[in-house]
């Protein structure tokens, strides 16, 4: 992706406060991104949209059972995020 087609998606992502952006706390001049709560709200659609594509995919590389397990460790993979602090 170019540099600033990523700079505009950034920046639209926090314009709807999907994402927002911190300094680092060793390098001020340099920032990274996070989900705010709203993001943090998306992932179980995300998480069912690429279920989704996964089922109807025919290219798709992965099993029903694969899929399914995904599926049930949704709730993991928010938790894991949320307990890693967003970053």
Do not use: C, H
């Not at 709560?37 to 949209?49: C, N, R, V």
């Amino acid at each position: 992706v170019a540099t600033n087609v990523l700079s505009d998606r950034l920046k639209m992502l926090e314009s709807f406060q999907i994402i927002e952006s911190k300094p680092y706390p060793k390098i001020r001049t340099m920032k990274y991104y996070a989900l705010t709560d709203k993001g943090l709200a998306l992932i179980p659609t995300l998480i069912e949209l690429w279920a989704w594509g996964a089922q109807y995919d025919p290219k798709s590389a992965i099993s029903e059972e694969e899929l399914q397990s995904r599926l049930d460790r949704k709730q993991e993979i928010i938790e894991a995020y949320i307990n890693k602090g967003g970053e």
